[in-house]
Nanobody, 114 residues
Framework: VQLVESGGGLVQAGGSLRLSCAAS????????MGWYRQAPGKQRELVADITSGGNTNYADSAKGRFTISRDNTKNTVYLQMSNLKSEDSADYYCTATAAIFRYWGQGTLVTVSS
C-alpha cells in the first residue's frame, strides 16, 4: 500500500492545519490507521490512531487539540490540528496497520512558529 500525506506547512502558534493521508488501497482492510510524528533529535511518537470501527486513541499532548478521522469512501485519513504549539513542529507520518504489518508514508513537515 502507498500512503501519501499532505497538508503540512508553516503555521503560527495558535493556528490550525489539517493533514490528509491518501491510501492506494481500501483502508477498511487495515485494523488501525494512525499518525506518528518525529521532531529533530527525538524519537518517533504516536500522535493519534483510529480503528476500523472508529475508535480513537490520542497521545496526551494531542488530546483536546487534535482530531483524527477517516473517510472510507475516499480511502483517506485526516488529522485536524488546532491550537498548534511550537513543540508540535515535526515530520508527521501516516501509518496503516494490518495484523503484524505496519506501513508508513513518506511524511509531511509541520513547522509551528512562535
Amino acid at each position: 500500500v502507498q500512503l501519501v500525506e499532505s497538508g503540512g506547512g508553516l503555521v503560527q502558534a495558535g493556528g490550525s492545519l489539517r493533514l490528509s493521508c491518501a491510501a492506494s488501497l481500501d483502508i477498511v482492510r487495515f485494523n488501525v490507521m494512525g499518525w506518528y510524528r518525529q521532531a529533530p533529535g527525538k524519537q518517533r511518537e504516536l500522535v493519534a490512531d483510529i480503528t476500523s470501527g472508529g475508535n480513537t486513541n490520542y497521545a496526551d499532548s494531542a488530546k483536546g487539540r487534535f482530531t483524527i478521522s477517516r473517510d472510507n469512501t475516499k480511502n483517506t485519513v485526516y488529522l485536524q490540528m488546532s491550537n498548534l504549539k511550537s513543540e508540535d513542529s515535526a515530520d508527521y507520518y501516516c501509518t496503516a496497520t494490518a495484523a503484524i504489518f505496519r506501513y508508513w508514508g513518506q511524511g509531511t513537515l509541520v513547522t509551528v512558529s512562535s
